[in-house]
């Protein structure tokens, strides 16, 4: 069983069993960029400032300051945690169909591969 990392959540697939694995170096990329986004400062053993905690801003004011705060808080992150990418933009946005949610986008590349990639997420309290 050949590939990068496991995938997660781990899912059973009746050819692989529950090993499911990232085939390619930009899977793995994308997925270790979604959780780094997604864990919250102090949930990572050994690592106490990985994270943005974006969960935390679903519940704050939906404003500019708030959206730049946050802007910032992703860059610092990957530039601490996976500085072998580049980011060329971070977008956060309102959800038009769920006042209740945002949109974030993430436009990076990693020159080491020659690849260039888009995470979008959407996230609802």
């Known amino acids: 069983m050949e590939g990068f990392s496991p995938k997660l959540p781990l899912t059973r697939d009746k050819t692989q069993g529950f090993f499911l694995m990232n085939l390619t170096a930009m899977d793995s990329i994308k997925q270790d960029l979604k959780m780094l986004i997604m864990t919250s400062p102090g949930e990572r053993v050994m690592l106490p400032e990985y994270g943005v905690g974006i969960r935390r801003v679903l519940f704050e004011q939906n404003s500019e300051l708030t959206k730049s705060s946050l802007i910032k808080t992703i860059q610092n992150q990957i530039n601490i945690y996976m500085n072998f990418l ?3 933009d ?3 946005s309102e959800n ?6 945002l949109n974030l986008s993430i436009f990076y590349t990693v020159p080491s591969i020659n690849l260039e990639e ?3 997420l959407t996230l609802s309290r």
């Open 86 to 88: 580049i980011v060329k």
């Open 90 to 92: 971070i977008q956060v």
């Open 96 to 101: 038009k169909e769920d006042e209740n949610a």
């Open 118 to 120: 888009e995470l979008v």
